[in-house]
Each structure stands twice: as structure tokens, then as C-alpha cells.
């Protein structure tokens, strides 16, 4: 199976900008989670969808949103973009066969933005 | 709210010598652990987990690690390092039946040739 992908890999914006990032899970993956993972702060949850429903938050201003498609791939979106929002945006697919199993996640490459 | 933490910011090994990578949780719960290892401009990289049962679990690359539940520690182990175990390692935990992965600053591990 290929791995999850996400795209694309580097991306320079400016301040103000607005950047959607995407991610496509291992097929047959039903959920997919984001991850800031910056020098000061380390990897940090941003959000989890499953079925095209957001299942968990992290601790994000609105400025950071998401979404699901049916065939579960996943975008991610920063608005009126910061100098801190700089990092390493990692994406990762989990089979999520619901209560009572648990499946490790599988992790993309990332997306590195560079917020000038 | 889940915590871990990795106390170390970087461990040296000699190749050849046993390795440890230190981990300790705080969750209000039955945790569920990870060990997630990163090579530079990569993304992380699955090494083992516990659920449940045995208390050793063994993962990928002969690396595996030990639950121990009165610690609150799921320390990382290999045997024998290689050059090419060099990376920054993570643990993570997260609860039952949530996706939602809290991680330890993570521990850069450089082996000695």
C-alpha cells in the first residue's frame, strides 16, 4: 500500500496569506489527524476527522480549520497566516475501527511552511 | 488531561551499547503508548506500542520498551545500537479509543561510530 501523502512538500507565504494544505490517508484509512510540530513548541494536536466529521480539537485559534472529503482525504487551512505559524505540518491516517480497537497512525512526510 | 515526558534532550551512545530512550506518562486512565522515531525532513515513523497485556513489547528495527504501570514509564531499548539508529525519538500517549496523540518534546539520539 502507498503511504500517506501530503502536499505540497514546501511552501513560502507571507504574513496575511492564507495557505490550504492536503492529505491523502492509506487507502482504506477512515481517519486523519493533523500535527504542528515547531522547535519551541514540539508536535502539537491541531484536529481529527473521521467520516468527514471533525472527532477532536486541539488547542488552535479558528484560524486553523479543516476538512474531510468521502473518499477521506483531508485539507487543511490557515488564515491571515503569522510569523509563528512556521512548522512542520504533519498529517497521519488511522483505520479507527472504533470503540473498543485502536490502530497506531501512520504519519506523512509533512508539509514545511515558512511564514516571511 | 495526558503527559509525557521525556527528560532528556539528548542521549550518546557508543555503537554496539545497550540504548535507552526515558519516557514517563501522566494520564487520568488507561494509557495507550507510543514510540514514534523521526529522521531529518521525514515524517515520524512507527517504532512500537502498548495497548494491553505483556508489559515488554517488542517493535520494529530491535527496538522495544517496557510498561511499567506503578513508574508511569514506557522506556525505549535496543541492545545493540547502530550508527543508524541516530534520530529524534518521540513518545507519545493518547486514551482509549482517541486519536488524539499527546507527545514528549522528543530525545535526539546520536550513536558513536
Known amino acids: 500500500k502507498a503511504g500517506v501523502t501530503q502536499t505540497p512538500r514546501y511552501l513560502i507565504k507571507t504574513r496575511g496569506q492564507q495557505v490550504t494544505l492536503s492529505c491523502s490517508p492509506i487507502s482504506g484509512h477512515r481517519s486523519v489527524s493533523w500535527y504542528q510540530q515547531t522547535p519551541g513548541q514540539g508536535l502539537q494536536f491541531l484536529f481529527e476527522?473521521?467520516?468527514?466529521?471533525?472527532?477532536n480539537k486541539g488547542n488552535f485559534p479558528g484560524r486553523f480549520s479543516g476538512r474531510q472529503f468521502s473518499n477521506s482525504r483531508s485539507e487543511m487551512n490557515v488564515s491571515t497566516l503569522e510569523l509563528g505559524d512556521s512548522a512542520l505540518y504533519l498529517c497521519a491516517s488511522s483505520q479507527r475501527a472504533g470503540t473498543g480497537d485502536y490502530n497506531e497512525q501512520f504519519f506523512g512526510p509533512g508539509t514545511r511552511l515558512t511564514v516571511l | 488531561a495526558q503527559s509525557v515526558a521525556q527528560p532528556e534532550d539528548q542521549v550518546n551512545v557508543a555503537e554496539g551499547n545497550p540504548l535507552t530512550v526515558k519516557c514517563t506518562y501522566s494520564v487520568s486512565g488507561n494509557p495507550y503508548l507510543f514510540w514514534y522515531v523521526q529522521y531529518p525532513n521525514r515524517g515520524l515513523q512507527f517504532l512500537l506500542k502498548y495497548i494491553t497485556g505483556d508489559n515488554l513489547v517488542k517493535g520494529s528495527y530491535g527496538f522495544e520498551a517496557e510498561f511499567n504501570k506503578s513508574q508511569t514509564s514506557f522506556h525505549l531499548k535496543k541492545p545493540s545500537a547502530l550508527v543508524s539508529d541516530s534520530a529524534l525519538y518521540f513518545c507519545a500517549v493518547t486514551l482509549y479509543g482517541n486519536n488524539r496523540l499527546a507527545f514528549g518534546k522528543g530525545n535526539q539520539v546520536v550513536v558513536i561510530p
Open positions: 476527522y473521521f467520516s468527514e466529521t471533525q472527532r
